[in-house]
């Protein structure tokens, strides 16, 4: 990566997307060239709306924010207010942004802030349904040659699904948008639930960000605390997954990961698995490997480098 990392931000917050952005816009290591929203979590007046809340937490409303697609390539939005609450950020009480959207639309923007950077120097981190990089990808199939690497929170292999037995969320609500993705030849990262779910916000590292006392520090202890009641009750887990962090924190410290470099396709025909990512991890196929799948994390090394980075604001 060049140093500072260049990256652009695909979202849909939702509280884990937060702790994302908030962990990104606190790194050194990386310039965040701007956050592009999509539908997810909740409608995209809302995504667009929270990732200029979580800016403005951030002290950074220099950083611009875009609107990209409202629903998926070819299907009706899927949403999950029963995971993230209606405004898609319940939790804290925080305020109504004050910062604009920047009015150029995301999927333009991201196609001309390609075309214009050096070849390969730009990394996306995308934490949502992937309909706004799959349109870009449509509409300027040259783009792809210029993204350095898409780092992306999506799928699952051995932990199977979250939304149904098969699928999860993010890939499960435009799996067309996601077939385009993985099929792209970009270099990929992808942060499944087999990893994500071994992310767990645990009381003590709950208190541990709470503990930090500042507004970013004790919103995301509280956002944290919100997802975690759905958790609980689903799972019967120690604390909610911390999803959309492990792409940050991925590229801060790819050593407190592990994973294979395999061929992972995407079902998109099936209504019964809708969605899922068919992942070779035996390597029992001879389909070209296109990502690297990531399986494993030092659980306690993230949260230390969450910690740490959530106490710089
Ligand atoms: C993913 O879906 C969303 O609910 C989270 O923000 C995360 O990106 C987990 O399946
Ligand atoms: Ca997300």
Redesign the pocket.
């Known amino acids: 990566m060049p140093d500072p990392a260049r990256i652009v931000i695909d979202t849909?917050p939702?509280q884990?997307?937060a702790v994302a952005i908030l962990t990104a816009l606190a790194s050194p290591e990386f310039e965040v060239l701007g956050i592009t929203a999509v539908a997810?979590?909740v409608p995209l007046e809302l995504t667009a709306r929270n990732a200029r809340i979580v800016c403005e937490l951030a002290g950074r409303e220099d950083v611009p924010v875009f609107a990209g697609a409202r629903q998926p390539l070819r299907r009706p939005l899927v949403t999950?207010e029963h995971?993230?609450g209606r405004t898609g950020l319940d939790g804290p009480d925080l305020p109504d942004p004050t910062m604009a959207l920047d009015g150029r639309p995301a999927v333009s923007w991201l196609i001309d802030t390609l075309r214009a950077e050096p070849k390969g120097s730009i990394t996306i981190c995308a934490?949502?349904p992937l309909t706004n990089l799959a349109l870009a990808l449509l509409k300027a199939p040259d783009i792809a040659a210029r993204i350095g690497r898409i780092v992306l929170?999506g799928g699952a292999y051995f932990e199977v699904g979250?939304i149904t037995p098969a699928a999860?969320?993010?890939i499960y609500v435009d799996p067309e948008a996601a077939q385009v993705v993985f099929r792209s030849g970009i270099p990929l990262t992808v942060l499944p639930?087999d990893v994500?779910h071994k992310a767990l916000v645990t009381r003590a590292r709950n208190d541990a960000f709470r503990a930090l006392g500042s507004p970013a520090g004790v919103a995301v202890a509280q956002m944290t605390d919100f997802f975690e009641r759905f958790d609980l009750e689903k799972y019967g887990s120690d604390g909610a997954p911390l999803?959309?962090p492990c792409v940050i924190a991925w590229l801060l410290a790819p050593d407190l990961f592990s994973g294979r470099e395999i061929n992972v396709e995407i079902e998109t025909l099936s209504e019964l698995t809708r969605g899922m990512t068919v992942a070779d991890w035996w390597r029992v196929t001879d389909r070209r490997p296109n990502a690297l799948f990531v399986g494993d994390v030092d659980a306690d090394g993230l949260f230390d480098l969450l910690t740490d980075r959530l106490s710089r604001f």
């Open positions: 849909d939702g884990d997307d997810g979590n999950a995971v993230h934490l949502g929170m979250n999860e969320f993010n639930l994500t999803h959309d």
